[in-house]
């Protein structure tokens, strides 16, 4: 083909490790190591089944321990009995520290716990499991009630009531919910921006939880309902996890793709397999197990965050994938032997229908792609992917290169799908693409919220991550702060935010590279579409700012919230924006994007055939462009 691709692989890989994986192999603490309280224990809860062993309580979940630190439980069990007598299951539960240094082996603060679900015995690990005086006293206070009633010859009282595998008992519930709105009140720059009230926000969620049954909520229930909460604050950052979430016993048979080329609303079926439609003659899904399409997207759409159309399309036709939660959701009820198959009703533009039934997946279907296309020739035009925003030094450097390499027809840079990531590659490709001579420009305006004991390095240390420094910053240049200035005097926010809760405003400052440095040598073009997110969207906003820079495609997915996660207790997190982002137009990323300077909705053949619309126009842009005159370009006014 006539693209000459820039020759370089671009991406990191991440390997997360959750407590669901096998447990790497276990190491005695080591004798330097913090020692452990006298009294104290890494379980909130100790308990005995009828065969007479343990079962402990951890972040609200009950199972069977296999190992405290290395040491077997068993090994540890049969040491009491041999020492302790009657006493055994006393020293287990209330003196295990002094237990395991009678048996030489000394408890550090933390411990790593070996343990094995008492449902399914999968066996997991918990590295840095704490070992708290009030976890013991817990432990000790049970025993305690038990004995005094057993003294006075009563019946001890029933057992407070357990929560079933996976679930959380209602006060459980209700203290993450709680924990949640005090972080909505003091930690959410978007709830306070908006005013959002976070006792009546989730005044109904924590009614749920206060009647919920004796065994207990479904951890992904309490996740869905407070995803739903935080999801209508409008921030798309924002999200909620827990631990030991089951995951889907199923999946949908079909990567969904937005087709709006072929009209408002399409969507089409790819088999995630073969990226080949399920039905070529048919390509448009008009419902699924009998319900329209518009319904499953509308009931999806009230768990993704009420941002930008685009947002909540992508994100809604991605939580289809769940198909087991979504036919709950909507009240599918299938007879057994119809529940491993999906009925797809698929439809082509001529009105005609066709019913399908797939068989579902044990994997999740991909995330939609352009298929690899083969444009028609155009001299000397580079193509480069960019899939993250990367801050690898070797991978910057090589996307650098790639740039200033690229041919005198012109740089068609690729970032559709990109997620996000770093801020670097703005800065590196930016300062590139302005003439020597030419003055600084503001990309980016935000304001972060005053978080409660923060101090201003912390402030400084978070906010020069994203390049974002205060209008008063001794660092920038006499250039930059006439820049600062010049934005300052046009610039209207689409949201006025309180100067109570929020720090004065930050930008982001683009400035030419050295005047002697090299710099991309022809015209840019950018292919975009809804999978660009967060510090991509940064990306654009800067490139948009450029003359000899077009944006082509669809617009970005919109968000910039520079997030922070917070413990909720129970094994449940919450990610939050910190800080409210503005576009240089005053217009919010968030619940917005970015628009492209054309417009080119994909259509199927984008996804299966090897076409690629956006693609091709941006060739055709810059074949009529030509070569530009001069090394680099100006900023646009």
């Known amino acids: 083909m006539a693209l000459q691709p820039a020759s370089v692989a671009f991406g990191n890989a991440v390997r997360h490790t959750s407590r669901d994986e096998k447990p790497p192999a276990e190491v005695p603490a080591q004798s330097h190591a913090t020692p452990a309280p006298e009294r104290s224990s890494p379980f909130e809860a100790v308990r005995w089944s009828d065969a007479g062993t343990p079962e402990v309580q951890v972040e609200g979940t009950w199972y069977v321990p296999m190992s405290i630190n290395g040491v077997a439980v068993s090994e540890i069990l049969d040491f009491c009995n041999k020492r302790y007598g009657d006493r055994a299951r006393k020293r287990f539960e209330e003196d295990l520290v002094a237990a395991l240094r009678a048996m030489e082996h000394p408890l550090p603060a933390t411990v790593r716990l070996g343990l094995r679900t008492i449902g399914d015995g999968k066996e997991l690990s918990i590295p840095n499991a704490a070992m708290t005086e009030a976890n013991r006293s817990r432990i000790w206070q049970a025993a305690a009630d038990r004995e005094k009633h057993k003294a006075a010859g009563e019946r001890p009282p029933l057992p407070a009531p357990q929560a079933h595998e996976g679930c959380l008992l209602a006060p459980e519930a209700l203290a993450v919910c709680d924990r949640l709105v005090e972080l909505l009140a003091t930690q959410h720059a978007y709830s306070v921006a908006r005013n959002v009230d976070p006792t009546k926000l989730l005044a109904e969620t924590r009614k749920r939880f206060s009647e919920a049954p004796a065994d207990g909520l479904p951890r992904e229930m309490v996740v869905e309902h407070l995803q739903r909460a935080i999801a209508?604050?409008?921030?798309?950052?924002?999200?909620?996890?827990?631990?030991?979430?089951?995951?889907?016993?199923?999946?949908?048979?079909?990567?969904?793709?937005?087709?709006?080329?072929?009209?408002?609303?399409?969507?089409?079926?790819?088999?995630?397999?073969?990226?080949?439609?399920?039905?070529?003659?048919?390509?448009?899904?008009?419902?699924?197990?009998?319900?329209?399409?518009?319904?499953?997207?509308?009931?999806?759409?009230?768990?993704?965050?009420?941002?930008?159309?685009?947002?909540?399309?992508?994100?809604?036709?991605?939580?289809?994938?769940?198909?087991?939660?979504?036919?709950?959701?909507?009240?599918?009820?299938?007879?057994?032997?119809?529940?491993?198959?999906?009925?797809?009703?698929?439809?082509?533009?001529?009105?005609?229908?066709?019913?399908?039934?797939?068989?579902?997946?044990?994997?999740?279907?991909?995330r939609p792609r352009h298929a690899p296309a083969s444009p028609e020739p155009s001299p000397g035009v580079t193509y480069l992917r960019i899939p993250s925003m990367t801050d690898d030094p070797q991978e910057v450097a090589a996307i650098r290169a790639a740039c200033l390499g690229s041919g005198p027809g012109g740089l068609i840079i690729d970032i559709r799908g990109n997620g996000g990531g770093s801020r670097v590659l703005v800065q590196e490709i930016g300062r590139l693409l302005l003439r020597a001579d030419a003055e600084p420009l503001v990309y980016n305006a935000a304001r972060p919220l005053r978080l409660p004991g923060e101090t201003q390095e912390e402030l400084r240390e978070r906010l020069d991550s994203r390049f974002l420094r205060p209008a008063d910053d001794p660092r920038w240049t006499d250039a930059e702060r006439a820049a600062i200035a010049r934005f300052v005097s046009t610039f209207v926010p689409a949201l006025a935010l309180s100067n109570d809760r929020f720090h004065p405003w930050h930008f982001a400052v683009l400035t030419p590279a050295a005047a002697n440095a090299q710099r991309i040598p022809g015209n840019v073009v950018v292919l975009l579409d809804a999978g660009c997110f967060s510090a991509t969207d940064i990306f654009l906003c800067a490139l948009k700012e450029l003359d000899g820079v077009t944006l082509v495609g669809v617009p970005s997915s919109g968000g910039s919230g520079l997030t922070r996660r917070h413990d909720c207790g129970h094994g449940f997190t919450a990610r939050l924006s910190t800080m409210v982002s503005f576009q240089p137009s005053g217009t919010l990323l968030d619940g917005h994007g970015v628009t492209p300077d054309e417009v080119v909705p994909p259509g199927v053949a984008d996804f299966t055939s090897g076409t690629d619309a956006m693609l091709e126009r941006a060739i055709e842009l810059l074949s009529a462009a030509g070569r530009r005159v001069g090394p680099s370009v100006d900023a646009k006014p």
């Open 232 to 366: 209508s604050v409008g921030d798309g950052h924002a999200e909620l996890d827990a631990t030991h979430t089951p995951a889907p016993a199923f999946y949908l048979p079909a990567t969904l793709v937005a087709v709006p080329a072929e009209g408002r609303g399409r969507v089409a079926a790819l088999d995630p397999a073969s990226r080949d439609l399920l039905d070529r003659d048919h390509p448009f899904v008009i419902a699924i197990d009998g319900v329209p399409m518009e319904r499953w997207i509308e009931t999806a759409s009230g768990i993704v965050a009420k941002g930008s159309p685009q947002l909540i399309e992508r994100r809604a036709l991605r939580a289809l994938s769940d198909l087991p939660a979504m036919r709950s959701r909507l009240g599918i009820t299938l007879e057994p032997e119809l529940d491993s198959a999906v009925s797809f009703t698929l439809g082509n533009a001529a009105g005609e229908q066709k019913t399908v039934a797939t068989p579902v997946r044990t994997d999740q279907p991909n």
